[in-house]
């Protein structure tokens, strides 16, 4: 009775092993867009922020993809949707995009900071946080920006001495951050 125990155990290791070693395959190729965020929206819904401020979007799981232009710079570090409809990019001194229509037209929102925006994490349309970075006087400096209303107004939250370099939420109330500690000595 034992051998067929350790039988079984030995073949589900094994088969839990085949399943760890996916293939990945490429589904975009083109090199002039270097890609810096992914939100997969679902199974078939991706879409994607390049540096140069393009968007690409794919609702057939990436077998096509449309590059959209949203008209302004932004120099995306990321890309969150908190919905279908609703989708953000942050980017650089404090520029940020928003849909409201799967990505057809952005709307570009400026906020009060020169900070180089990093990730965004929102939990609804309307509320979500930024993490954002600046070198001031040879120490990094953080922010936090905090909004409730879609991005018309923010909070800011700034912190010294650390960079600021994800932010995941899991309600209102707490979420975390991921810091780089730097220290003059």
Not at 86 to 96: K, L
Not at 163 to 174: P, Q, V
């Amino acid at each position: 009775m034992k051998k067929i125990k350790l039988l079984y155990i030995l073949a589900l290791i094994i088969f839990s092993q085949t399943n760890l070693n996916a293939q990945w395959i490429n589904i975009y190729t083109d090199t002039d867009i270097g890609l810096i965020g992914i939100e997969c929206i679902n199974e078939d819904t991706v879409y994607a922020a390049a540096y140069n401020s393009k968007v690409l979007r794919t609702f057939d799981k990436g077998q096509t993809w449309q590059t959209i232009d949203p008209g302004f710079e932004i120099y995306a570090k990321d890309i969150n949707f908190p919905d279908a409809q609703t989708g953000y990019i942050v980017g650089a001194s404090g520029r940020i995009a928003k849909t409201v229509d799967y990505g057809e037209n952005w709307e570009l929102i400026i906020t009060d900071t020169n900070y180089r925006l990093e990730k965004a994490e929102f939990i609804h349309p309307d509320t979500g946080w930024i993490v954002a970075n600046d070198m001031i006087s040879g120490y990094w400096g953080g922010s936090i920006l905090r909004t409730f209303d879609g991005g018309e107004n923010w909070d800011y939250h700034y912190i010294d001495d650390f960079e600021l370099n994800d932010i995941e939420m899991i309600n209102n109330l707490k979420g975390f951050i991921g810091i780089s500690i730097w220290s003059s000595g």
